[in-house]
């Protein structure tokens, strides 16, 4: 078949994985791929190819550099007013997906915290941003560390309160990303949605077989 990917924005190694896909029978196209490539038919033998968000996020997934690390890094404000978001909330969900998580507050290396953040989400397979603030102002520490993690092609996943959402207290920037609010629903409920998040995305993590024996530590400082 003819495929017409002129209009598309391609990067080089994710034309080369279209291309593989593409010599595939457009049957096989649409069972790989599913709904992360809309393809329209132009006429005659020729089609148009778009490659959606969700194919964008497998991409991306594809070039990340931590695939066999164990650990998701968490950036949030450290408050009480956040205490039950952390350990019912986001340590659970990456627990149940099979992973253990990282907060810098918990680290035993004894550095600056700068550089204990930007070293430990080097070395994260993912992280968890959550914007709360407490108001309307937003926490530039964590939209640093998002920022960071992204440029460097590891995951993110974006969390809020659901009222940050409602109150429009989330930067404009960031509000076309996907997130899962907090608030409304009991912590048990928010914690199984984003592992369900983070293990659609990652995989099962390595340690999904004890994610129900408990709190998992080891002697670097990452916790579960």
């Not at 968490?74 to 986001?90: N, P, Q």
């Not at 035993?108 to 993912?126: G, M, P, Q, T």
């Amino acid at each position: 078949m003819i495929v017409d990917v002129d209009d598309v924005l391609i990067d080089v190694e994710s034309r080369e994985l279209l291309g593989q896909v593409l010599e595939e029978p457009y049957c096989s196209l649409a069972r790989i791929w599913g709904f992360k490539l809309k393809v329209d038919h132009q006429g005659g033998g020729s089609f148009r190819v778009v490659i959606q968000p969700t194919g964008w996020q497998v991409l991306d997934q594809l070039r990340s550099p931590n695939q066999s690390v164990d650990h998701g890094f968490i950036a949030m404000w450290f408050s009480d007013a956040t205490l039950d978001l952390r350990e019912k909330g986001l340590k659970p969900a990456i627990r149940m997906a099979g992973y253990r998580s990282f907060l810098v507050d918990e680290s035993l290396k004894n550095r600056s915290i700068d550089s204990e953040i930007v070293a430990n989400i080097r070395r994260a397979r993912f992280l968890i941003a959550d914007l709360h603030a407490g108001g309307p102002v937003p926490r530039g520490s964590v939209y640093f560390e998002a920022g960071y993690a992204m440029g460097h092609k590891i995951p993110v996943y974006w969390t809020c309160q659901q009222d940050d959402l409602d109150k429009k207290h989330i930067a404009f920037d960031v509000r076309q990303y996907v997130f899962t609010p907090w608030g409304k629903d009991p912590w048990d409920a928010f914690a199984k949605k984003l592992s369900s998040i983070i293990e659609a995305n990652e995989g099962a993590g390595p340690l999904k077989e004890l994610s129900t024996v408990g709190a998992l530590t080891d002697p670097a400082g990452v916790t579960s």
